[in-house]
């Protein structure tokens, strides 16, 4: 693991500032965020967090520890669910593939230890954004859903499921949305599938679903399974997800369709 040190980044008022590192999602890093920027708060915070940081400074977890300005670092502070948190200090993990957790005590060397400990140990909750679970609509042929209506979507094994994983204002997802929206008009009816949708700029999928990385992407779990896969090789167009229906559904009517 890597543990911080004022010698080795750059600084901004003495405060350490991350590097492009921080940004790479094959590390894990304990991020600390200060809302006071005085010279004393600094120099305490940093020999907090460093008493901690040594520790782990031969193990094998790849931990990266780093000290930030609050006011830079306004969306990694909303990720974490902190935003309206009212402590000088806030701290999260950010895991491999995204996933991350925050600190919800008063920050001190032994609740910090235990977060981080606990994080090693694989037995902290994730922290998952998700928009309010919206009311069922049986009318509707594209289902919405959210964080928390994942797993009930995804997991009701009576029917297939198709899942489109999107961010409604980029590009490639606007595209995606004009060609979902053909193939569900195709299946119009069926009872043997269910199609839904998920904003991903809202919301997140549980850990354990493994994605490709980029976007639009698409989830697929089989009638009388709770598998969950995701759709390769990715469809670039209608014709791509009729043909990927075609295979996993091929005794559908609307399979038959031309």
Known sequence: ????????????????????????????QVKIFLHTHTHTAIRYWHSLIASVAKDYATSKSKLTFAIAEEQDFQTDIKLLG?????????????????????????????????????????????????????????????????GNSFKKFMGDSSKNRLLKLCIPDAPQC???????????????????????EMNM????????????????SFLFARKGSKDIATVTPKPTDDAD?????KVSLPCTRENKLT
């Open 1 to 28: 693991m890597r543990t911080f040190s004022l010698a080795s980044k750059s600084e901004k008022n003495g405060l350490i500032t991350w590097d492009r590192l921080l940004y790479n999602t094959k590390t894990q």
């Open 201 to 216: 700029a809202l919301n997140d999928v549980p850990p354990s679903v493994k994605l490709d990385g980029t976007l639009p």
């Open 174 to 196: 606007r595209k995606a949305n004009e060609y979902f929206a053909k193939v569900v008009a195709r299946y119009e009816g069926s009872k043997e599938i269910v199609f839904g």
């Open 82 to 146: 902190l935003s309206d948190w009212g402590e000088d200090v806030a701290v999260g993990i950010f895991g491999k593939d995204g996933i991350r957790f925050a600190l919800k005590e008063e920050l001190t060397t032994e609740t910090l230890k235990d977060f981080v400990s606990d994080f090693v140990d694989k037995s902290l909750q994730p922290k998952l954004n998700s928009e309010p679970t919206p009311k069922a609509n049986k009318d509707s042929e594209i289902k919405k859903v959210v």
């Open 241 to 245: 997800l009729v043909f990927f229906l």
